[in-house]
């Protein structure tokens, strides 16, 4: 019979080989632009952009900062390379994504954060509070220490990763608006 401890790192094992594979499927489909994979995901960006004419996509070119995949005459796909924390040279495997959808007065650009690291990061924070949290009611004072400094980690890397993302958002997000509008 498991105790309860044993039984949060096997639901947390689980749950992280869960997240992992969910993550390689997530990375395949931005590269492949697989449309479910561009549609979900928590919204950090968004921004209309009003225009006259057409409610068609304007052509986009690709280039090594953006790669577009157009849907249909009003909806398109684009991931923009992600440079690896401030090295523009350098990119990771996980892009920006976001969809792009057109009317006849306004275009519209989302950009969504993928799931997965997220999922990550919280069976991570779960599996150390569940290891420590035992201890931390027995009294232990290291226990207790090391349950306050891994759930501030986990604040720390969700707040700094999700800051870090929605600046990126917002630099991808101008790159292409300024190539919609030379081709406008």
């Known amino acids: 019979m498991m105790d309860s401890g044993e ?18 499927v997530e990375s395949v489909g931005i590269g492949q632009f697989w449309p479910w994979v561009y549609r979900y995901g928590p919204k950090v960006k968004s921004q209309s952009i009003p225009r006259a004419g057409s409610a068609r996509i304007p052509l986009v070119e690709d280039s090594d900062l953006i790669a577009v ?22 990119g990771t495997t996980n892009p920006i994504k976001g969809t792009i959808e057109t009317t006849d007065s306004e275009l519209r650009l ?24 035992r201890r931390v009611m027995a009294g232990d004072k290291f226990s207790l220490f090391l349950l306050v400094l891994g759930c501030g980690g986990a604040m720390a890397i969700a707040c700094f990763w999700f ?12 790159n292409l608006v300024a190539q919609l509008d030379k081709s406008a």
């Open 110 to 133: 989302y950009g969504r954060l993928s799931v997965m690291p997220l999922v990550f990061i919280g069976v991570w924070f779960a599996m150390w509070f569940g290891a420590n949290i």
């Open 69 to 90: 995949s157009t849907l249909s005459d009003t909806a398109a796909l684009f991931r923009a390379r992600m440079g690896l924390v401030g090295f523009k040279s350098y």
């Open 7 to 24: 039984l949060v790192l096997a639901i947390g094992s689980f749950a992280a080989l869960g997240s992992w594979v969910g993550g390689v």
């Open 163 to 174: 800051l870090m993302e929605r600046r990126r958002f917002v630099e991808a997000i101008e």
